[in-house]
């Protein structure tokens, strides 16, 4: 007869022990994944916000370099000197007309990007348009003239309507004008979204 070998095995109360425990490291983990996604969702906040400052910064930067301004459909137009040179991308004093444009893309996932194009203003160039991309998510960008008290502000620099015989360059001339001293800059992260996502006044000279 071949003698009974003693398996070793668990006892019942070490089963227990074990499950407890590995309870008690399942919650921990619960804990400290859900702390981590907060932090996420904080960081990427300050994020965002660093980058509309980050835009403000340079659009502060163009209308103070340039002398006129034109809002549109097609985004803001500025005139004057705030050439950014390639590569260094350094400001420079060359005469440049700057677009601010909203790109929308074809995927509806995919959010809008506030572009800066910049081109030559001079006649006998050869410069090819420079584009930088500035901010992701931003779907409205707008200028306008702050007033005192409960007035609410202008708009700055609407097309105008000309008479019928008015000419091509009278009508070119008409859509711009001057830059004002202070400027509000309203910024858009939610497309329809009232009020705007950042409002703040830009003293520009």
């Known amino acids: ?6 398996i070793p095995a668990f006892t019942l109360i070490e089963l227990l022990l074990a499950s407890a425990l590995a309870a008690m490291l ?27 400052d980050r835009t403000l910064d340079i659009l502060r930067r163009d209308l103070a370099q340039c002398s006129l301004v034109r809002q549109s459909d097609d985004g803001i137009a500025l005139r004057g000197y ?68 409960e007035q609410e502000d202008v708009p700055l620099a609407r097309a105008a309507i000309a008479p019928i015989d008015t000419s091509a360059e009278e009508i070119a001339a008409l859509a711009w004008t001057s830059i004002p001293t202070t400027v509000r800059v309203a910024i858009w992260t939610e497309a329809d979204t009232e009020p705007a996502t950042l409002r703040r006044k830009v003293v520009v000279r």
């Open 82 to 149: 705030a050439s950014l040179d390639e590569p260094s991308r350094e400001l420079s004093q060359k005469p440049v007309e700057i677009l601010y444009r909203i790109v929308s893309t074809d995927d509806a996932d995919q959010a809008d990007w506030l572009v800066r194009i910049q081109k030559s203003n001079r006649t006998l160039t050869n410069e090819s348009p420079q584009l930088d991309v500035i901010c992701r998510g931003i779907h409205q960008l707008a200028l306008s003239i702050p007033m005192n008290g």
């Open 26 to 52: 399942m919650v921990g983990l619960l804990a400290v994944t859900k702390q981590l996604g907060r932090n996420a969702v904080a960081r990427a906040n300050m994020h965002d916000g660093v980058k509309l």
């Open 1 to 6: 007869m071949t003698p009974r070998r003693n």
